[in-house]
């Protein structure tokens, strides 16, 4: 039973520049929730989706942006990239919405330049 | 307003007992509790929905007073593999965002 994959695993951008993070939900789960996670902080909600569509966002400017595919696997686009940006951003998992289990995935660390 | 968690750190024996406190300011619908290693994915503990209930987990217990919006987890005759940094993540609603305290750091040493 696969769990939850994301690409790439590390990724380094200078600002200004765009970027994409993919994730691959838990066989069976159709609910994807990213957060970012800054050092020594805990994770801070970006948006859920679910059945592709953007269901709750978190306090996150809108160059912060999304996509949940048919096959639930869900992207995360940042465009204009600051150094703040800099963090490891997870996605996490589960099925339906209401006070289910999240089951988070490695993450990608991006580090901005 | 994330919750807050307290304490921020605890080094403890091995076969020690502790205590994580998880405050919000809201009233809350469930609590997940999360460990997670150094450079590694947060790892599932246990969910609580508002009734009071408490859960275990091996010998890692938690309770949840939806009155007081408060949780607890009891850590109980700690072992080496508890170190970790502890989350707590609240929900307002079912459905809700999760938003996650900032951690309690415990280093269990031999």
């Known amino acids: 039973d696969a769990g939850v994959t994301q690409s790439p695993t590390h990724l380094i951008k200078t600002r200004g520049q765009q970027v994409t993070l993919r994730c691959s939900p838990k066989s069976g789960h159709d609910t994807v929730s990213w957060y970012q996670q800054a050092l020594g902080q805990g994770p801070q909600f970006i948006f859920q989706?679910?059945?592709?569509?953007?269901?709750q966002r978190g306090n996150f400017p809108d160059r912060f942006s999304g996509h949940q595919f048919p096959n639930y696997s869900s992207e995360l686009n940042v465009n204009a990239l600051l150094l703040g940006d800099s963090a490891l951003y997870l996605c996490?998992?589960?099925?339906?919405?209401?006070?289910?289990?999240?089951?988070f995935g490695p993450g990608t660390r991006l580090l901005v330049l | 307003q994330q919750p807050v968690q307290s304490p921020q750190a605890v080094i403890l024996r091995e076969g020690e007992d502790a205590v994580i406190n998880c405050s919000s300011s809201k009233a809350l619908y469930s609590v997940h509790w999360y460990r997670q290693k150094h450079g590694e994915a947060p790892i599932f503990l246990m969910i609580?929905?508002?009734?009071?209930e408490q859960k275990g987990h091996d010998k890692i217990s938690a309770s949840f007073n939806e009155k007081k919006q408060q949780s607890s987890l009891y850590l109980t005759a700690s072992q080496l593999s508890y170190s970790g940094t502890y989350f707590c993540?609240?929900?307002?609603?079912?459905?809700?965002?999760?938003?996650f305290g900032g951690g309690t750091r415990v280093l269990v040493k031999p």
């Open positions: 609580l929905l508002k009734g009071g």
């Open positions: 989706y679910y059945e592709e569509e953007e269901r």
């Open positions: 993540g609240t929900e307002e609603a079912a459905g809700n965002k999760l938003t």
């Open positions: 996490a998992s589960s099925l339906g919405l209401a006070a289910t289990t999240q089951y």
